[in-house]
Each structure stands twice: as structure tokens, then as C-alpha cells.
């Protein structure tokens, strides 16, 4: 541990904290707490929506993924980023004219039944829940390669400073970590694969020449089929990916920080160019790692490769920008944490507790009270379930939620938004299905069953996709359709046409905005 790398850490977490104090000031009410009041502007919220996305999984997995696997591990950045286009041409104006504070608020502006709200909510803790695995475990894993520590002392403190910035800041705090952090990864990023790139004479066939010579694969390093060898399983991994972001409820939450639609399809038109450029890097990032470092080497760190760009960064720039970039990935992860728990918080506290068994019949302290308390119980219960999932990919984990967020939002969000005939029993149809099949399917497939033991058991895996978007994102689009007929239609005819008026023009948001 050398001061280099202490002082990176304490100005790093330094600088967040004092955002916090700052934001903490001006959160006294439950709009505050939850959207920043609504007072975010287009580019911020891009930013802020950015750092978001460019997670543990996408700084740390998806590096680590390219530098194993090659070509497979860039199918996570590609689809990342076409992701980007489904919430922009589809859900961004739409959510944030039916919306208020969480995604169950979208739904229920349709559905106002205390089951559909809690379906939604359910789906909700769930994919946060694995995301913040997926951070904290990358977390676990950079702490103690700098400092030296046990993985589950790392986590615990990690787990500590999240649950702070959000209890005391809310999401105005939580939006400039992550504006702070964006800015600082995309700085990294792109330092980290200039040096690259100079190592290879500035010369990017250079550098495919090297990297086709660099591993036991050879050329077939640059294609597809080292690590998903199955066609179905790359198809069914990019379903997720590209149709997760649409029903993510940490991206979708913040559509609701802006004053107006029009802002928010400006905040994805940011994140978009902001995530096509991060995403482009980490081909230099990935590729670097496996002709620098060795993938013997980055496996010997961490079995996932998770720790390919820490590993890069010291190479290229010894101690200094080991520390920087570790420092910098510390953020990325205590911004996007903090966001998490925000979210999951909010769907105990405002969907759970206030609307379902308070009838939202609470006061802005109650409100503000029963967020705090939602987040000290979400940390926790990730906190526990991070210290058992060590020798899992990030990127896997983050996919996972992805599958989630395909299957048993984006169906609900689409049908709620476009179709006239969808019903409540629909709605609950298609949100329990989508979640039940990916859990069920995610215990059986390869990332938790192996024979090697890079997996959470040892034995063979029953079920053969690494993710099982392709089977359960058809399930519950099917579910609501099947629901929704079978059911009595509902008479909600003007409320359809009221949803559909305020969802595409925007008039009538008076009574929902903040």
C-alpha cells in the first residue's frame, strides 16, 4: 500500500462525500429525495445516466471478458449500446409522462391495483438486488488486490459508504457522484488506451496482429466461438442486453429527475454518445490486457478476469496509474451502488410500504423515514448474498439482471404503453412469469454449475444458456398476451386513451410532475 494509492482513495472518496453534504442541504422533501426534484437538466441527467450504466460490469467485467474470450466478450459492449436506442425510440417520453417516482408508478397510472404495484416492486428488488452483487463483488475484488484485505472486509465497506450517500443525499447526491464519476472513467478510459495504442505504434492492425499471436486461441481470438460456442447462447446473452436497458428500474428512475419528456430523450441522446465511446475503449482495454498482462496472469488475479484493467493499468503506468484507475473504479462502483439502492429503496418505501400497505397515506417525514430504513435493509441483504457469489463474473451477474429487466418489465411497460386490450391479470402474468422463469433458469445454467469450479457449484449445469433471454423474454411477452385474454376485458377504455394522449403528447403531466 503506497501513499500514491491512499491519497487517490481519500480524494476520490473525499470529493463524494463533500457532494453528499452539499446535496444533503437541499433534501427536505420526498420529490428531493427520490428525483432531485425534478431539476436536473438534459446533459446532467445524460451524464448522470451514464455513470449509471458504465457499472462495475462494464469498466471491470467487460474488460476482463474481452481480454478472456475475445470477440464473445464484445458482444457486452455492443449490446450495451444499441440498448441505448430502444429507451430513446420507445420508452424514454412515454415513462417519464405516466411516471412520478418509481417504475410501479409508470404502470399503476393505468392499473391502480395494489397487486400490480407489488408485482413491480418485486421485479424491482430483484434486479437490483443482483446488480448490486455484481458491483460489490467487483468491489471486493479491486480492494483486495490494492490494499491487501479479506474480500468480505472490502465489501463491508463498501457496503458502508453506499447506504451513507444515500441516506443523507438522496438522489441529488447520488446524480453528481455519478456525473463526477462518468467524467473521471471516461478520462481513464481513454488515457489507458492511448498508452495502448502506443505500445502498438499507434497502429490498430498492429494491434489485432499482436493480440491474434497473444493467446492459445490464435486468430479465433478475434472471432466468435471461444467462449459461446453455442450460436443460441450469443443471441439469447445480446437479447438481454439489448432489451434489458428498457426495463432496468435505476436507468428508468431517472427519466423522472428531469422537468419534461423532451429533456429526458435529450438525457438518453447524451448517455447514447457517452456509452458508444466508453464502450469503443474497452476493445483497446480488453485486447491490451491479453497482450500486456497474459491471460494467465489476469486469471491468476481473479479466475473471472475482472481485474484485467487494474492489471493493464499497471503495466502501462506502474503504481500511479494503478492507483488512479483503481480509485476511479472505486467510484464507478460507489456511484452506481448508491443509485441502486435508491431505487430499491424507493420501491420498498414509496411502492411497498407508502402506496400498498399505507395507502399513501404518509407524510414527507414518514416518506422520507421508511426510504432510509428501505435502504439500510437492501445494503444488508446485498452485502450478504456478495460475500458467496466471489467467483462470479461481473458481467454475467449485470447480464443476468438484464434478462430480468427483458422479461418481466419490458413486456408489462409495452403492453401498459401500446396495447388497448392489456388487463391487470396480464400485467401480474407476465411480471411473475418473466421473473420466476430467469430465476429458475439462471440456478440451472453453466454460470452457477460447472465441473471446472469457476462456478458458485461444482456439477454439471442442467440447463446449457449462460443467459435465457431467448426462452424468457418470449415467456413473458406470451404470459401477458395469454393473461390478459383469458381474463375479463377490463373496461378501461378512457383510461387507455388518457394513457396514451399523456404518454405521446405530454398534456395532463401537471398532476404527476414534481
Same mark, same amino acid.
Given at each position: ?21 452539499? &446535496? ?32 462495475? &460490469? ?13 470477440? $464473445?466478450?464484445?458482444?457486452?459492449? %455492443? ?9 430513446? /425510440? ?13 417504475? &410501479? ?54 457496503? #458502508? ?51 491474434? *499471436?497473444?493467446?492459445? !486461441? ?32 435505476? #436507468? ?35 485486447? @491490451? ?7 494467465? $496472469? ?5 479466475? &473471472? ?38 431505487? @430499491?429503496?424507493?420501491?420498498?418505501? !414509496? ?15 414518514? *416518506? ?43 413486456? %408489462?411497460?409495452?403492453?401498459? #404503453? ?15 412469469? @418473466? ?35 431467448? #426462452? ?8 401477458? /398476451? ?28 401537471? $398532476?404527476?410532475? !414534481?
Amino acid at each position: 500500500m503506497s501513499i500514491v494509492t491512499i491519497s487517490f482513495f481519500l480524494g476520490i472518496v473525499g470529493l463524494t462525500l463533500f457532494v453528499t453534504y452539499l &446535496a444533503a442541504k437541499k433534501t427536505s422533501s420526498a420529490s428531493d429525495f427520490y428525483t432531485a426534484g425534478g431539476g436536473l437538466k438534459g446533459w446532467q441527467n445524460g451524464l448522470a445516466i451514464s455513470g449509471d450504466y458504465l457499472s462495475a &460490469a462494464a469498466f471491470l467485467g467487460v474488460s476482463g471478458a474481452i481480454a478472456l474470450s475475445g470477440f $464473445d466478450g464484445f458482444f457486452f459492449s %455492443v449490446g450495451y449500446v444499441v440498448a441505448n436506442l430502444v429507451v430513446l /425510440y420507445i420508452i424514454a417520453e412515454p415513462l417519464r409522462n405516466l411516471g412520478r417516482y418509481t417504475l &410501479a408508478d409508470m404502470i399503476t397510472a393505468r392499473f391502480n391495483e395494489k397487486r400490480v404495484r407489488a408485482a413491480a416492486a418485486l421485479s424491482t428488488i430483484t434486479i437490483v438486488i443482483l446488480y448490486m452483487i455484481a458491483q460489490l463483488v467487483g468491489a471486493g475484488a479491486l480492494i483486495q488486490l490494492l490494499f491487501g484485505i479479506d474480500y468480505w472486509i472490502a465489501v463491508l465497506i463498501v457496503g #458502508i459508504m453506499m447506504t451513507i450517500y444515500v441516506l443523507f443525499g438522496g438522489m441529488g447526491a447520488t446524480s453528481w457522484v455519478q456525473i463526477i464519476k462518468a467524467c473521471l472513467l471516461l478520462f481513464g478510459t481513454g488515457l489507458m488506451s492511448f498508452l495502448v495504442l502506443r505500445h502498438f505504434d499507434y497502429s490498430i492492425i498492429n494491434m489485432f496482429d499482436k493480440v491474434s *499471436q497473444a493467446t492459445e !486461441h490464435g486468430d479465433n481470438f478475434l472471432n466468435s466461438g471461444v467462449k459461446y460456442t453455442n450460436g443460441f447462447d450469443s443471441i439469447s446473452m445480446l437479447i438481454a442486453l439489448v432489451l434489458g436497458t428498457g426495463g432496468l428500474p435505476h #436507468i428508468l428512475m431517472r427519466f423522472f429527475t428531469v422537468k419534461d419528456a423532451r429533456t429526458a430523450r435529450t438525457s438518453i441522446s447524451w448517455t447514447t454518445w457517452i456509452t458508444s465511446i466508453f464502450f469503443t475503449l474497452t476493445i483497446f482495454l480488453g485486447f @491490451g490486457a491479453a497482450a500486456f498482462v497474459g491471460v494467465k $496472469d489476469i486469471m491468476a488475479a481473479n479466475a &473471472a478476469g475482472n481485474l484485467a484493467a487494474p492489471l493493464l493499468a499497471e503495466y502501462l503506468g506502474g503504481n500511479v496509474l494503478l492507483s488512479f484507475i483503481c480509485a476511479v473504479a472505486f467510484a464507478t462502483i460507489l456511484a452506481v451502488v448508491s443509485g441502486l439502492v435508491l431505487t @430499491g429503496a424507493s420501491a420498498i418505501s !414509496h411502492d411497498l410500504y407508502g402506496e400498498i400497505l399505507k395507502k399513501g397515506q404518509l407524510t414527507e417525514k414518514q *416518506q422520507m423515514l421508511a426510504a432510509r430504513v428501505g435502504s439500510i435493509v437492501l445494503a444488508a441483504c446485498s452485502i450478504l448474498l456478495a460475500l458467496g457469489a466471489q467467483s462470479l463474473n461481473v458481467s454475467f451477474l449485470v447480464s443476468f439482471a438484464f434478462c430480468i429487466a427483458a422479461s418481466a418489465n419490458l413486456p %408489462v411497460i409495452l403492453y401498459t #404503453i401500446y396495447w388497448k386490450r392489456f388487463t391487470s391479470t396480464g400485467a401480474i402474468a407476465a411480471t411473475i412469469t @418473466g421473473l420466476v422463469s430467469c430465476l429458475v433458469l439462471g440456478a440451472l445454467s453453466p454460470n452457477v454449475w460447472n465441473l471446472e469450479g469457476t462456478a458458485i457449484f461444482v456439477g454439471e449445469a442442467l440447463f446449457p444458456l449462460t443467459n435465457p433471454a431467448i #426462452i424468457t423474454v418470449p415467456l413473458g411477452f406470451l404470459a401477458g /398476451y395469454i393473461g390478459s385474454m383469458l381474463s375479463k376485458k377490463e373496461e378501461n377504455d378512457d383510461v387507455f386513451d388518457e394513457i396514451t394522449v399523456k404518454a405521446n403528447t405530454g398534456m395532463g403531466v401537471s $398532476d404527476i410532475s !414534481h
